[in-house]
């Protein structure tokens, strides 16, 4: 595939992602979270096996970025999972004199 078809799907999948995000009800949210966390682990998982192979350095390389990465997502993740299902706690008021 040349550079042009390859950026364009990469552009679609970008439009897509976007919108599919976007609709999704706030009672969705915390559910579509975890199931990015569990997909960017697997991510994690494949970018082991690159950054592990022998004799590339570029894909040892762009497997650190691709680790690096999608650490920060799946920890960025957790945090605004957590804080998604903070707004749905009684929150304590004080006892009434």
């Given at each position: 595939?040349?550079?042009?078809?390859?950026?364009?799907?990469?552009?679609?999948?970008?439009?897509?992602?976007?919108?599919?995000?976007?609709?999704?009800?706030?009672a969705l949210h915390t559910p579509l979270m975890s199931?990015?966390?569990?997909?960017?682990?697997?991510i994690i998982v494949g970018a082991l096996i690159a950054?592990?192979?022998?004799?590339?350095?570029?894909?040892?390389?762009?497997?650190?970025?691709?680790?690096?990465?999608?650490?920060?997502n799946i920890f960025g993740g957790f945090a605004v999972?957590?804080?998604?299902?903070?707004?749905?706690?009684?929150?304590?008021?004080?006892?009434?004199?």
């Amino acid at each position: 595939m040349d550079f042009v078809s390859v950026l364009s799907i990469f552009m679609l999948a970008c439009c897509v992602g976007y919108y599919v995000v976007w609709s999704v009800t706030p009672a969705l949210h915390t559910p579509l979270m975890s199931v990015t966390n569990a997909i960017s682990s697997v991510i994690i998982v494949g970018a082991l096996i690159a950054s592990a192979a022998e004799g590339s350095t570029t894909s040892k390389w762009l497997g650190l970025a691709a680790v690096v990465l999608a650490s920060v997502n799946i920890f960025g993740g957790f945090a605004v999972t957590e804080r998604m299902l903070a707004m749905y706690k009684k929150k304590d008021r004080p006892a009434a004199k």
